[in-house]
């Protein structure tokens, strides 16, 4: 075949690794072991746009590489397949999340496919299948029959800590537990009655239940993560959120927050993703301590990282939410603060952090007494501090901090200055003129002698809510005894999602479950009625692909001993403080009970940017009243409107000829599907056949306009609708996402594979061009005939390699190997195509040469490598042929071309041997016609040769 075929050679190679399964993971434990990951999709309806494959192909190309060279490599693809999308789709057609989910999924394994992916598929594991949410269960029964023990820093198992209790109580017990826990003795302990003690055991599982303040949306009936709400309303469907105590399954994370602040250190991961979760995890060192109520038994607890400035405390502020609220609250003030309590509540925590210039709050009518200088100071509600934080309560010093500050001068309270320019401590009793440290470690031995407070640690991460109150999630494995939850056995698991008639919330506002007829155990107990989160399966699945079908446990220990944790990891920054945080949580508690052998699941981590779409937006009028100026040569016209009025962009370019500009502001900008757009101009009327509402609109262009699809001239031939072009994120609702099976059907998949990695840097945005495709298709087919003769035959030679060819050859691999070890793949495409168009110009049709050629290019466009690879005589897949070896000898210079200038200026190039004599360079460079030109007859002042530099010669 002359040219070549891309189609036909795509689709077989693709079933050749598929039927010979090149790719599968092998269980020998003898190789060394590669583990490449891509975070777990979501297999969304709309299927993937050219920008979702981008870290698949850097990941596919670092995976191939590693094979080559040897190692036996891991590379799975599954599926997030639980997600309240499906779920919500359910709802409004009472179609199962199940079909749609799995309609959704062989969408995706078919695009994926046609990419040329050397997954694993064998391995392919999906959140909502029961097999796999049977061991989600199983950790959360671990999780449940756990504590966290603060002596061994560890999690340990449910029965040490009952064990701890008939022995001596819970005195001596040092746990990570809800803060307010009676002491109790051994004798105390044996004399509890069986719900007694389960409800004490609550208090210190790492998966517990209790009231906690959640996001709740009522119009989808059910808790959102903070992630899930955007300035008081669900990022699905728009509805308002509510700040709401309910009962709720949560994951003592917060016992963990040293460790995952640690561990932080020695991870490859990108800087700014480390940072996110260190400001998440929040560490804090200060002190914590009491302010007693006037004539009130309760305390306010706060703490502080500066009980330097605590003579600075003029008022105290706590969260509209605080437990002491509604206690404290005065008959006077109870109508104006249960107003804002009101308010406050349905704002979201990222609201009320972020606006920092917005002041509100309510006077309790409550007074507190300072522990220092005994005086009552005012306490107050105000939505900057957040339940959730600290102690949900401000020791408030105006003249330290900047919300405070705010606060006090709106509510015209009292400011009291504590530190000076020098940072020395003034107007403060016993702390005047210390320094900030000094006075800190007095204010705190002060505490301790007066029992008032003491020196703490503090985190700003809070534990994690692990209950939602929907359909389609993993069932929580929990029954309930008097009010009491239980787990399921073992051998009961999985728990599967029972069948119902609908996917909302009862009448009654219970979760969808409730629906199901009989959802009990066999002896008559309610099962648990909320599911899991999103993230519960996401946060050991990358254990599973070690071992991806036993029945008998989530992983074989000899399995994960020998595969240890991912090797490279690639997705997106945004799930920082999500899924990134919650796995290493999960990880560390596997590894404290001895599940698994490492306590982090990713080594090293990258971030992809974002391939951007190029948007295609026409210009309209807001108001069908007005009407568009079209400049021509008889200045301004306008023309009568019937339905919309659209207008090129090219108008408003220039003033018009009347010596006036158009105002922008009457009109408005509309997308335009880019598929009717070339070159920024808008095929008029294929457009108004896709969208029919458009028919009867009206298309100005600066000769005359569109109307019904055809040209009506005015002024003249410039029927040129021009858009106006913006690079945006992909979006259907922008008409601009881009369909990689477009892509693939025209120009192949290796070209758009090579093409996203050509576009710039891995972690860097960039936008989508298609018109700049047709280079990499270009390369592509000049690969192709470098194997090919013009009549296309193959016409490789087995001879020995010319040295320019094997020069072109080994600089290649150099750099593709240091590119692929730093993951820079975009220049590696440029080195191909560097040493193509070489080889090319050598004519070079020499078999060792093209053989370690295809071999270095066979990672980024795997289909024509495979071709070639079999051309060349080859058995089998060339992801099984090694990686060449490179050779520094071949790349070494042999002569040198040298700039000569006469007077300085450039006049030719001209190559020397490097070991040339500087007599031979002479005579040769005064021998050169086109030197000889410039010299003429005038005497040679003197010749300067700088060697592997310039040669000049001044006359």
């Known amino acids: 075949m002359s040219e ?51 870290g698949y192909i850097a990941s596919d190309i670092v995976a191939r590489y590693k094979k080559q060279q040897g190692f036996n490599v891991l590379h799975p693809m599954g599926f997030d397949s639980f997600g309240l999308p499906a779920e919500q789709y359910a709802i409004q057609t009472g179609q199962h999340p199940a079909i749609t989910t799995e309609q959704n999924i062989n969408r995706y394994i078919e695009q994926l496919k046609n990419i040329g992916f050397a997954y694993d598929w064998e391995r392919e594991v999906r959140t909502s299948d029961p097999s796999f949410y049977k061991w989600t269960q199983w950790i959360f029964s671990l999780l449940f029959n756990s504590w966290y023990d603060l002596v061994d820093n560890r999690a340990r198992h449910i029965l040490v800590l009952e064990e701890h209790f008939e022995k001596t109580g819970n005195q001596l017990v040092k746990a990570a537990s809800d803060e307010e826990i009676e002491h109790f003795s051994a004798e105390d302990w044996f004399n ?38 955007k300035d008081g309303y669900s990022e699905r469907g728009g509805h308002p959120v509510e700040r709401k105590k309910m009962m709720q399954w949560s994951m003592r994370i917060s016992a963990f927050a040293d460790r995952l602040l640690r561990g932080l250190e020695d991870l490859d991961w990108p800087e700014p993703v480390k940072e996110m979760q260190r400001n998440w995890i929040g560490k804090s060192v200060g002190a914590q301590l009491a302010f007693q109520l006037v004539d009130q038994e309760e305390k306010i607890e706060v703490f502080t990282t500066r009980i330097d400035t605590i003579y600075g405390v003029t008022f105290m502020v706590l969260a509209p939410e605080h437990e002491l609220v509604e206690k404290i609250t005065t ?47 005012p306490v107050w509600i105000g939505d900057y501090v957040l339940a959730g934080y600290g102690t949900g309560a401000v020791m408030a010093v105006p003249s330290d901090d900047d919300r405070d500050k705010a606060f006090a001068e709106h509510f015209n309270l009292a400011i009291v200055e504590v530190v000076n320019e020098h940072e020395k401590i003034i107007n403060s009793d016993f702390l005047t003129g ?143 403080t999500g899924h990134l945080l919650y796995s290493r949580f999960w990880t560390k508690f596997l590894y404290d009970l001895g599940y698994v052998s490492v306590d982090e699941p990713f080594q090293k981590m990258i971030n992809q940017g974002m391939i951007q779409g190029i948007s295609e937006k026409l210009l309209r009028t807001k108001s069908r009243t007005n009407n568009i100026g079209v400049a021509g040569s008889k200045g301004v016209q306008l023309l009568d409107k019937e339905e919309f009025e659209f207008a090129s962009l090219d108008i408003f370019s220039k003033e018009d000829l009347n010596g006036e500009t158009p105002q922008l502001e009457n009109y408005t900008y509309v997308y ?40 009506i001239k005015t002024v003249s031939d ?88 094997l020069k072109a050859l080994h600089q290649a691999i150099q750099k593709a190997e240091y590119d692929i070890e730093n993951f820079s793949f975009n220049t590696s ?89 500087k007599e031979e360079i002479e005579k040769a460079v005064l021998a050169n016609p086109k030197v000889q030109k410039w010299i003429e007859d005038r005497p040679i002042k003197k010749m300067i040769i700088v060697p592997k530099k310039i040669v000049n010669i001044v006359v």
């Open 331 to 377: 008959t006077e003030q109870k109508q104006e603060v249960e107003a804002y309590v009101s308010i406050a509540k349905n704002r979201s925590e990222r609201e009320r952090m972020t606006e920092v210039k917005r002041v509100s709050g309510a006077f309790t009518g409550a007074y507190a007494i300072h522990p220092f200088t005994n005086e009552k100071i």
């Open 434 to 576: 210390l320094s900030i440290k000094d006075a800190q470690m007095k204010a705190i031995d002060f505490m301790k002698d007066k029992e008032i407070g003491y020196a703490k640690i503090n985190y700003r991460m809070r534990d994690a809510i692990f209950s939602r109150q929907r359909y389609w999630g993993e069932p929580v494995p929990v029954y309930f005894k008097n009010d009491i939850p239980y787990l399921l056995e073992e051998d009961q698991l999985p728990l599967e999602l029972p069948e119902v008639d609908k996917y909302l919330p009862t009448e009654d506002g219970e979760p969808p479950l409730a629906r199901a007829s009989n959802w009990k155990t066999n002896e008559g107990y309610e099962l648990e009625k909320s599911t899991m989160p999103g993230w519960a399966g996401s946060s050991w699945y990358m254990f599973r692909y070690m071992d991806a079908h036993n029945n008998d446990a989530f992983v074989d220990e000899e399995k994960q001993q020998y595969w240890q944790n991912v090797d490279l990891y690639i997705g997106g920054s945004e799930h920082a």
């Open 718 to 805: 410039e029927k040129d609708f021009k858009t106006k072009s913006e690079v945006e994120k992909m979006s259907k609702s922008k008409y601009n996402v881009v369909n990689p099976d477009d892509v693939i059907e025209k120009y192949g998949a290796d070209t758009l594979r090579l093409y996203e990695m050509f576009l710039g840097p891995l972690e860097q945005f960039k936008p989508w061009n298609t018109n700049g495709i047709d280079g990499t298709a270009k390369f592509l087919k000049k690969l192709w005939r470098l194997f090919h003769d013009t009549d296309g035959n193959f016409k490789v030679v087995d001879a020995e390699p010319d040295k320019k060819a």
């Open 192 to 229: 509890y009655s069986e719900e007694e003690k389960q409800e004490i055991l609550l208090k210190y599982r790492i998966a517990y239940l209790s009231e906690a303040v959640v996001n709740w949306c009522p119009a989808l009936g059910t808790v959102l993560s903070n992630d899930e709400v």
């Open 829 to 917: 495409v440029s080195t191909f195509m560097i040493c193509v168009n070489t080889l090319t110009e050598l004519k070079c049709n020499n078999k060792t040469v093209l053989s370690d050629l295809i071999r270095i290019i066979a990672p980024y466009a795997p289909h024509i490598c495979e071709e070639l690879w079999s051309l060349l005589g080859n058995e089998g897949s060339v992801s099984e042929g090694g990686w060449p070896t490179f050779n520094p000898d071949f790349i070494q210079e042999e002569e040198h071309t040298y700039p000569v200038s006469v007077n300085g200026k450039h006049r030719d190039n001209m190559t020397f041997a490097l070991d040339a004599p």
């Open 672 to 711: 335009a599907n880019i598929n009717f757009v070339k070159n920024g101009v808008l095929d008029v009327p294929n457009f108004i056949k896709e969208f029919p509402e458009y028919q009867n609109a009206i298309f100005h262009t600066k000769g005359g306009y569109w109307q019904n699809g055809e040209y």
């Open 4 to 54: 070549y075929q891309f189609r036909e050679t795509e689709k077989k190679w693709q079933a050749y690794w598929e039927e010979n399964q090149v790719f599968k993971a092998k269980d020998d434990f003898n190789q060394p072991k590669y583990y490449t990951l891509d975070m777990f999709p979501y297999p969304s309806g709309a299927g993937l746009h050219v920008g979702h494959p981008l």
